[in-house]
Every structure is written in structure tokens, then in C-alpha cells.
């Protein structure tokens, strides 16, 4: 492991002006979680099934679709034509940002397109820079939705095959990642109104995936009760 005095970090001297060369736009897999799906379904006036349906690779609402010729499905005569509402990965840029499961969060600085328009400086920091990005929200989400994942891992032994069948294309789950969907499947079985606030909805998405995670372990925990039961 590199030494960690040597990683870029929130305090490292960094800062980046944008162009809008929009070279960063091209031939690139742009990754999503379900709270960015949720903005940019919002700023297309979608529902996040609606979106992940017709935007997303092969409708599964992970990764935005691209263009024949490599551009981002949302890249216009004018540039970006979602930009307020952009996924954290083209806010970061061209910054890179890794979180482990122990909470140490640190970067990696790219040198971007080969022809960039783009300019590089140090006359911020990184925090600097992510918080000039409107990162925070993106960032929050994002690390909810990565240690539901690691919860997921560490309390039913899932490798990632098994996750993705189980927790997500399952035969009893129609899109546990979908927000919406969950979202109003809950309300319809409460009969409370939804929120309307993207970050109120992903928390309660959030707390929706939990529920689950612990109604599969009670589950598991009644099927081994049942199984260790002696013969009469």
C-alpha cells in the first residue's frame, strides 16, 4: 500500500477551470447510483424508471448510455445539457475519488484528454475544488449507497454474482434499485405521501434497502431454526 503521506487528500493543493472543450465527454463509462439517477431523472422530468429505461446501458440504470460515436447520451451543440444535475464522476473530473470501507477517503488527479482545453493550477485545495463542484450531496449518497453494498456483503456472505441476482434482477425484485418503484411501493402498502426532496428520498430509499437486508436475515435465521429442529 503506498505510503499514505504521499495521497492526495482534501488538504492536497489543487485546482482545475473548465474550458467546456467537452473532451471529457467522449468514450468515457459513466457509472451511476441510484440518487444520481433520481437527479437526472428529475432535471428529464422522468420518473427514475421511466429514466433507467431509456438512458441507461441495456435499462439496468448503472451506466449512462453513449452515443454511436462514443459522446455522452446527454452531450449537445452547447455542451452538457444536464450539467446542474451531472453525475459526481464528471463533477470530480478530473479528479478520481476512492473511499474504502473503513471511511479513509483520498483522490487521484488525472491528466486528463491528451487535447484539453482545460487549465490546471494549485491555487486551491481539493475540498476547495469539491465543494465549488456541489459534490456534498453526491458524495453523501454515494457512500450511503456503497456501505448498504458492504453491509450486504458482510451480513449474507454475497459474492458480487450472487448480489446482482439476489439484490437486483431477481425473480422477486423488480428493480430494488429503481428509487421510485420502491418508493411507491412502500407509500401504496402505507398510505403515507411521498417525499418530495431528492435527498429526503434517498434516505428513505436507503432505509428501504436496509428493511431488506434485515427481512432476508430474519428469513435466513427462521429457515436454520426450522432446518436444526429435531425429528418428533
Known amino acids: 500500500m503506498a505510503d ?59 451506466t449512462l448510455r453513449q452515443k454511436e460515436d462514443g459522446t455522452c447520451v446527454f452531450l449537445g451543440p452547447q455542451g452538457c445539457e444536464v450539467h446542474a444535475d451531472r453525475p459526481l464522476v464528471c463533477r470530480l473530473y478530473p479528479l478520481g475519488r476512492h473511499f474504502r470501507k473503513d471511511g479513509f477517503e483520498y483522490f487521484s488527479i488525472s491528466e486528463g484528454h491528451p487535447l484539453t482545453a482545460g487549465e490546471y493550477n494549485k491555487t486551491g485545495t481539493i475540498a476547495e475544488y469539491l465543494e465549488a463542484q456541489g459534490t456534498k450531496p453526491f458524495i453523501s449518497a454515494g457512500d450511503g449507497y456503497f456501505q448498504w453494498f458492504c453491509s450486504a456483503y458482510q451480513r449474507l ?28 411501493e412502500h407509500y401504496a402498502a402505507t398510505g403515507e405521501p411521498e417525499p418530495e426532496n431528492i435527498d429526503d428520498r434517498a434516505q428513505l430509499h436507503l432505509k428501504l434497502l436496509y428493511d431488506v437486508l434485515a427481512n432476508l436475515e430474519s428469513k435466513d435465521d427462521q429457515e436454520s431454526s426450522t432446518t436444526s429442529e429435531p425429528a418428533a
Open 4 to 62: 499514505q503521506s504521499t495521497i492526495a487528500t482534501g488538504n492536497t493543493p489543487f485546482g482545475y477551470i473548465c474550458r467546456r472543450c467537452s473532451r471529457c465527454c467522449q468514450h468515457k463509462h459513466i457509472q451511476l447510483d441510484p440518487y444520481e439517477v433520481a437527479r437526472l431523472a428529475r432535471a428529464k422530468g422522468e420518473s427514475t424508471t421511466q429514466f433507467r429505461a431509456a438512458w441507461t446501458v441495456d435499462g439496468q440504470g448503472a
Open 157 to 184: 456472505g454475497a459474492t458480487d454474482n450472487v448480489l446482482i441476482s439476489e439484490f437486483i434482477n431477481g425473480a422477486d425484485d423488480q428493480g430494488l434499485l429503481d428509487m421510485d418503484s420502491m418508493i411507491a
